[in-house]
């Protein structure tokens, strides 16, 4: 193992931001450890990575499995040592008017965005603290991808927003708690808009025993359409984003936002809260959103 090279441990590391994360990484000269659960993907992933020369362990992870997430956090360790970075970024989607989705959609999507989030702060933070009391030298961080799903509450979001907002919560408590403890690990949270990424597609990911039994519903079909049409149309690239989350960890930043723009909708949410008014249109900015769903899903 060597004492002088970091090591970055990235889900979701196969495509995407993950992957991104990885060849930043890389170019650092990293040591990377990259887990997904699909397997030809991060085998394609795992070998342009090694190609750049840096030392790269990959395994195949479900991040929702609590066993897998701590098998990988194992085998890190024994192969590198308590990590500088874990960046929790596995993370799917699913969408459609609340009270239509099925149990089976809230236990895939908690499972990955917030357990899978749950699991690897509960895996790397010992390792990573005690190598801090070891190491006067050692510096840590966890970073952990929500989504500006986890700041605003838009509609046919639900179980996506539920979890976002979670780990939103997760990171800030973590950066308190961690705060009370040490100087030298520390957490932040990734809030990207709308990023040309494959989150659209992640029910291809979906494991046979949460598939539904039942066909979608108009308003999941409508959320699907809506959300890939937003995804690819997403000006801001996966590349870019790694940079501003690498950037972020340079300077000790803690809310990593992709698009700062949006945030004059999170104000408005603030202040609706703050002043006890009921909630704002998230699209408000934007009414056509707003409409065409209406439209779409009082037609039906």
């Not at 991060?42 to 609590?66: C, F, M, N, P, Y």
Request: charged fraction near 20%; proline fraction near 4%.
């Amino acid at each position: 193992m060597s004492e002088t090279l970091k090591t970055l441990v990235i889900t979701g590391a196969a495509s995407g931001f993950g992957l991104e994360f990885a060849r930043l990484g890389a170019s650092r000269g990293f040591n990377i450890v990259m887990a997904d659960i699909e397997q030809g993907a991060l085998d394609a992933a795992a070998a342009e990575i090694a190609a750049t020369g840096v030392q790269v362990l990959a395994q195949r992870v479900d991040v929702s499995k609590h066993e897998q997430v701590e098998a990988l956090a194992a085998t890190t360790l024994a192969r590198f040592g308590a990590p500088h970075w874990v960046f929790n970024n596995a993370g799917v989607g699913s969408g459609g008017l609340v009270w239509e989705n099925t149990l089976k959609d809230w236990d895939w999507v908690i499972g990955v965005n917030l357990m899978g989030v749950v699991y690897g702060v509960k895996a790397f933070t010992p390792m990573m603290l005690e190598r801090a009391k070891n190491e006067p030298d050692y510096r840590g961080c966890i970073v952990n991808t929500a989504s500006m799903a986890g700041m605003l509450s838009a509609p046919t979001m639900g179980v996506y927003n539920v979890t976002k907002h979670a780990v939103v919560t997760l990171s800030e408590t973590l950066y308190q708690d961690l705060k009370l403890v040490t100087d030298q690990v520390t957490a932040a949270v990734l809030c990207p808009y709308f990023v040309a990424t494959g989150i659209a597609d992640s029910q291809r990911n979906r494991p046979s025993d949460m598939k539904n039994d039942t066909a979608p519903t108009l308003s999941q079909l409508v959320a699907k359409a809506q959300s890939s049409k937003a995804v690819s149309s997403g000006k801001v690239t996966p590349a870019v984003i790694a940079d501003m989350v690498f950037h972020a960890l340079d300077t000790s930043q803690f809310y990593i936002f992709s698009h700062p723009h949006a945030l004059s909708n999170v104000t408005t949410r603030m202040k609706d809260i703050s002043e006890m008014r009921n909630p704002t249109d998230p699209f408000a900015e934007r009414p056509e959103i707003s409409i065409a769903l209406k439209a779409k899903l009082r037609a039906g």
